[in-house]
């Protein structure tokens, strides 16, 4: 019969490369180790493993059974999980990933209390504004600006999200405030550049939704939203940003919202799950306290106030 302790080891194993390095982990000693690989192996009726004196490598068997060895592992502690949750409440790691600049302003607050309510969660929140890959990476959840275009995730909303363009009162006093698509051409803008693309899209209205590509000229190129802010805070150009990162500044005065006849792109934020396991009770809670926290509309577009057409 195969042992769930024999699979851990063989993971253990694979993922350290050598006996000792994966004896240190578990806290066992090399001999016991080996055992418990050798009775995996005459239970499967083949080597997982090519020893060498310096490294241990997986055989083509081994590179086959430690996928699905993972996934018996990470069933089993799911399990264990929804037990421990049904009789202790929410509790264990929570891994999640979200973007620098949302996560800085209004993640971290709306997580608080969250985790406050929630004591025995252990969280940790990696703040990325690469598209990381949930399932590869390991995380529980990621959450994200704009489309999720991953099939394998399930992927829930959480907000809306409005883009506003915005400059410094002494970037408009020198250089003009455009109030049209191809005067906003004419000025220097601070783009976000992360995936390639820095135009900057608008939505029209001709009988069905159309948008329109403007590409003004590059004043400075940025791959952070909070950097974009405050270059257009210093007045180096202007800026479209999401209004979760300027409604601060919009409503002290160090940016001005600008109207240029058509309204931006807006956008969502998401949360997202790999769709091969059911979301955890942690996750679920998390997603409708984020949702309560944000607020519909969310509380950073109620905060705004944007010059009228």
Same mark, same amino acid.
């Given at each position: 019969?195969?042992?769930?302790?024999?699979?851990?080891?063989?993971?253990?194993?694979?993922?350290?490369?050598?006996?000792? /390095?994966?004896?240190?982990?578990?806290?066992?000693?090399?001999?016991? %180790?080996?055992?418990?690989?050798?009775?995996?192996?005459?239970?499967? &009726?083949?080597?997982?493993?090519?020893?060498?004196?310096?490294?241990?490598?997986?055989?083509?068997?081994?590179?086959?059974?430690?996928?699905?060895?993972?996934? *018996?592992?990470? =069933?089993?502690?799911?399990?264990?999980?929804?037990?421990?949750?049904?009789?202790?409440?929410?509790? =264990?790691?929570?891994?999640?990933? !979200?973007?620098?600049?949302? =996560?800085?302003?209004?993640?971290?607050?709306?997580?608080?209390?969250?985790?406050?309510?929630?004591?025995?969660?252990?969280?940790?929140?990696?703040? +990325? +504004?690469?598209?990381?890959?949930?399932?590869?990476?390991?995380?529980?959840?990621?959450?994200?600006?704009?489309?999720?275009?991953?099939?394998?995730?399930?992927?829930?909303?959480?907000?809306?999200?409005?883009? %506003?363009?915005?400059?410094?009162? !002494?970037?408009?006093?020198?250089?003009?405030?455009?109030?049209?698509?191809?005067?906003?051409?004419?000025?220097?803008?601070?783009?976000?550049?992360?995936? &390639?693309?820095?135009?900057?899209?608008?939505?029209?209205?001709?009988?069905?939704?159309?948008?329109?590509?403007?590409?003004?000229?590059?004043?400075?190129?940025?791959?952070?939203?909070?950097? *974009?802010?405050?270059?257009?805070?210093?007045?180096?150009?202007?800026?479209?940003?999401?209004?979760?990162? %300027?409604?601060?500044?919009?409503?002290?005065?160090?940016?001005?919202?600008?109207?240029?006849?058509?309204?931006?792109? =807006?956008?969502?934020?998401?949360?997202?799950?790999?769709?091969?396991?059911?979301?955890?009770?942690?996750?679920? /809670?998390?997603?409708?306290?984020?949702?309560?926290?944000?607020?519909?509309?969310?509380?950073? +577009?109620? /905060?705004?106030?944007?010059?009228?057409?």
């Amino acid at each position: 019969m195969m042992k769930l302790e024999g699979i851990g080891t063989f993971v253990a194993v694979a993922d350290s490369g050598s006996l000792s /390095e994966a004896a240190r982990r578990l806290r066992l000693s090399k001999s016991v %180790v080996s055992e418990r690989l050798a009775g995996l192996e005459r239970t499967l &009726g083949a080597s997982l493993l090519q020893r060498s004196t310096r490294r241990m490598s997986l055989t083509d068997e081994g590179t086959r059974f430690l996928e699905r060895a993972r996934h *018996i592992l990470k =069933g089993v502690a799911e399990a264990a999980e929804e037990i421990s949750e049904h009789h202790r409440g929410l509790c =264990g790691p929570l891994r999640i990933s !979200a973007p620098v600049s949302f =996560g800085a302003l209004h993640l971290g607050p709306a997580l608080f209390p969250f985790l406050k309510r929630n004591p025995s969660i252990e969280l940790t929140l990696d703040l +990325d +504004d690469r598209f990381v890959e949930a399932t590869a990476a390991g995380y529980d959840a990621i959450i994200r600006h704009g489309p999720v275009r991953d099939s394998r995730l399930v992927v829930k909303r959480l907000a809306a999200s409005r883009r %506003v363009l915005v400059a410094a009162p !002494a970037y408009l006093e020198t250089q003009g405030s455009p109030r049209s698509l191809a005067e906003l051409q004419r000025h220097r803008a601070i783009l976000y550049t992360p995936r &390639g693309s820095a135009d900057w899209r608008f939505a029209m209205r001709k009988g069905k939704h159309q948008s329109v590509v403007v590409r003004p000229q590059t004043s400075i190129r940025l791959n952070n939203g909070l950097l *974009i802010r405050d270059a257009a805070i210093a007045g180096l150009g202007i800026a479209l940003l999401p209004t979760f990162l %300027v409604s601060a500044p919009l409503a002290s005065g160090q940016l001005r919202a600008l109207e240029v006849g058509v309204e931006p792109e =807006g956008a969502v934020l998401y949360i997202a799950y790999p769709a091969n396991r059911r979301a955890s009770a942690k996750v679920s /809670e998390l997603t409708a306290s984020l949702r309560l926290a944000f607020g519909d509309p969310p509380y950073w +577009d109620r /905060e705004v106030v944007l010059p009228q057409r």
